[in-house]
């Protein structure tokens, strides 16, 4: 299978060929805003960073460490510290993981269980990380005989791997003790997110916590690497994207998902996903 250097091109592939694609990337590429995409992402740390805010979810990123992201969770890199920004990302289609999942046997598990006190951090033992990278090794490496067989056989075995590291009882249990907040900036986040549906402007979030709007901004681009607008506008998407797969209309899921006006909803949707909301939600529900 073909590394890419890019994941863009990465994810593109994964969506035309509607299987997965590997990035192998380094700092070279610049890294992209605060996104939401179609296909799951499997990130594998190998240089380290200092932190990845999914959501409203800040993890710090320690080499070795893997973040498994579904397709309506949006996600930033921030603050990379270290000189090569190094790591191996993955992006799955879900209709292929869910083909390849058995009854008794779900290997979509570990991209959409989201319990209380989950984390999309999994901290690899050493055995773990010598095995992941020994599956994404066979993957690339194969272009002999039968090698899309190999390629599926691997990508199998690696799937069991991150469902098994994800699911077991004690990662349930220390999951919340993995996530670093920046106490201020989470208490603006918990609002952000508990009235997404409702007009935030930056001023009534000065207001509400008796701040400046030039403190707020400050704080919160410190902490996550983004903006305020961005990030409502990322979040956002992510809400209109799942309503729109679940069926919902194009003219109550602007609404729902917190755009003032269906303008301003389509340009954000388009520009972010690629498509206009009306062809994504005709993709979502064939």
């Keep these: 299978m073909q590394e890419f250097t890019s994941c863009k091109m990465a994810m593109q592939s994964c969506m035309d060929t509607k299987t997965f ?3 192998h990337l380094y700092k070279e590429e610049k890294t992209m805003d605060m996104h939401v995409h179609d296909c799951y992402e499997i990130y594998y740390s190998i240089s380290g960073g200092k932190q990845f805010l999914i959501d409203n979810k800040f993890y710090p990123i320690e ?3 893997v973040f498994i992201i579904n397709q309506y969770e949006s996600h930033y890199i921030t603050q990379i510290e270290s000189s090569v920004h190094e790591r191996i990302v993955l992006s799955v289609h879900p209709d292929f993981v869910k083909a390849l999942s058995e009854e008794s046997a779900d290997l979509t598990g570990c991209f959409v ?14 055995e773990q990380k010598h095995d992941f990278l020994y599956l994404v090794n066979k993957i690339v490496n194969a272009n002999d005989f039968a ?3 190999t390629e599926k056989a691997a990508f199998m075995e690696l799937l069991v791997l991150l469902n098994k590291a994800y699911l077991k ?10 996530l670093h907040y920046n106490s201020q ?3 603006i986040l918990k609002f952000i997110n508990s009235n997404i549906e409702n007009d935030l402007r930056l001023e009534d979030l000065a207001k509400t916590f008796h701040m ?21 506008t990322a979040r956002r998407i992510t809400i209109a994207k799942a309503l729109l797969s679940s069926g919902h ?16 909803f389509f340009k954000a949707f388009t520009k972010t996903v690629g498509i206009s909301p009306k062809k994504y939600a005709q993709c979502s529900n064939k």
């Design 21 to 23: 694609a590997v990035a």
């Design 63 to 65: 080499p070795g460490d």
């Design 113 to 126: 269980k989201r319990n209380p006190g989950f984390s999309h951090r999994v901290s690899f033992t050493k």
């Design 147 to 149: 090698h899309e067989i």
């Design 169 to 178: 009882p004690e990662e349930k249990e220390t999951a919340i003790d993995t």
């Design 185 to 187: 900036v989470d208490e």
């Design 212 to 232: 400046s709007e030039s403190y707020i901004c400050r704080i919160f681009k410190q902490a996550t690497g983004t903006t305020v607008n961005k990030y409502v």
């Design 249 to 264: 209309a194009v003219s109550e899921t602007y609404e729902q998902s917190g755009f003032s006006d269906y303008s301003s």
